[in-house]
């Protein structure tokens, strides 16, 4: 699928660092055009100079806070305006948060979802609807491995991955038939900045996570196959598996043990 878009556009939020980047280098090493969305200017420029320099095609950068009301529409505004035909959406954009209920801060909670299921929905659909009437084009939605599960003390990210993993699969079954294929990542534990800024530091280094070369290679694999979701590493989706196995009260109290705050 992807040969076949040598040549066409994407966009990639959260694309300054991490998953996001990693996106952008390997879809532009298939030859396509990038849009590049983050609110580091400084990072999606060094991002957009190294694929430029490696692969000879064009990135355009656009600094958008994904946090914000109608962020989503504003940003394909831009793209729109900047004469570009989008011909796959890369939804990335995200962010975690570890914490207590006491400890818990309500606002960025609402921010959280706002990022991870508002404005995902808002882009997904408003693409989507662009997609379907010419028949081709594809979307690519970042859940988690703890899309299949409730975490405690990680209830509103868990929670949110679980909308994008159904909301995902949903759109996948009404839009194939249509030319259009959207697939969800579901990674686990990856090396990247997500874990430090979510409350918990250091997590992907002490639980041997995988690297974002891996991940985005499984992603894109699975886009090409036309699959609605794919689990990223063997032991992530043996987790997935026992997590519906067993009881959802075992589950949850499993799960307690794995991101209990320490007290500040």
């Known amino acids: 699928m992807l040969k076949a878009y040598a040549g066409q556009w994407c966009l990639v939020t959260g694309a300054s660092s991490g998953i996001g980047a990693e996106f952008a280098r390997q879809l532009a090493a298939r030859g396509m055009h990038c849009v590049l969305v983050a609110r580091r200017e400084d990072r999606l ?96 939605n970042i859940g988690s491995v703890v899309s299949f599960q409730p975490v405690g003390y990680m209830g509103a990210y868990a929670a949110s991955k679980a909308y994008v993993l159904h909301f995902s699969e949903a759109l996948w079954a009404e839009l194939r038939p249509r030319g259009v294929t959207v697939t969800t990542l579901c990674p686990g534990t990856t090396r990247t900045e997500f874990f430090d800024q979510s409350g918990v530091p250091g997590w992907a280094e002490r639980n041997r996570g995988q690297d974002v070369t891996s991940v985005v290679r499984t992603g894109l694999a699975a886009f090409d196959a036309g699959r609605p979701s794919v689990v990223s590493g063997w032991t992530n989706y043996l987790v997935t598996l026992a997590a519906r196995l067993a009881t959802r009260v075992t589950v949850v109290n499993w799960s307690l043990s794995i991101f209990r705050p320490r007290r500040t």
């Not at 000879?56 to 958008?64: D, K, P, S």
């Not at 921010?111 to 009437?133: D, F, G, R, S, Y």
């Open 45 to 140: 420029r060094a991002v957009a100079q190294e694929i430029e320099a490696a692969h000879g095609t064009r990135c355009e950068i656009i600094l958008a806070d994904l946090a914000q009301p109608h962020a989503g529409r504003e940003l394909l505004a831009e793209v729109t305006r900047r004469g570009i035909a989008l011909e796959l959406l890369v939804n990335n954009a995200g962010f975690g948060m570890v914490s207590s209920l006491d400890e818990t801060d309500v606002a960025r909670a609402l921010k959280l979802i706002q990022v991870n299921v508002t404005c995902l929905t808002e882009l997904t659909l408003l693409v989507a609807k662009e997609m379907a009437p010419r028949g081709h084009g594809g979307i690519i």
